[in-house]
């Protein structure tokens, strides 16, 4: 399987907030659209960071509540790991896996089409075994289709 067959199920729609945003801001737009990262984009297309939960909780232990009024771009992570439509979704959970990523951008060409997070991975191996199990009871009942 493709990261497109994930987009395909989940959409193409990404959060994006400006390197300028008052982390207090992101925190309200991960709440809004729960969702536990943010890419941080000055254009909405171009990845220039991604920010998540996890930044904002060790920049609040780290320097208190002042953080919420910083921008983002001072608790964002700049080294973005991103993959394409084309990735084999084994490679992105090795990958996810390996480097402790939740959220993995998609990129084209440069452009933002959308992002894979690790729900998304579960939901779609829940998906298959679920799969896998109907298609095992069904030819062990007989009920094959």
């Given at each position: ?35 536990g ?5 000055r ?9 998540s ?11 208190g509540?002042?953080v ?22 084994e ?55």
């Amino acid at each position: 399987m493709r990261i497109r067959d994930i987009l395909r199920v989940k959409g193409e729609s990404v959060v994006t907030v400006p390197p300028d945003t008052p982390v207090e801001g992101l925190v309200a737009e991960l709440a809004r659209h729960r969702i536990g990262a943010a890419v941080v984009s000055r254009d909405g297309t171009a990845v220039d960071g991604i920010v998540s939960e996890r930044d904002v909780v060790r920049a609040l232990a780290e320097r208190g509540p002042a953080v919420l009024a910083e921008p983002v771009s001072t608790i964002q992570t700049t080294q973005v790991r991103t993959v394409t439509p084309d990735a084999q979704l084994e490679d992105v959970e090795r990958l996810m896996t390996e480097r402790r990523f939740r959220h993995v951008p998609v990129v084209v060409d440069g452009r933002l089409v959308g992002v894979v997070s690790i729900g998304d991975v579960v939901k779609n191996r829940i998906d298959e075994l679920e799969t896998e199990r109907t298609t095992l009871a069904d030819y062990i009942t007989g009920e094959r289709t």
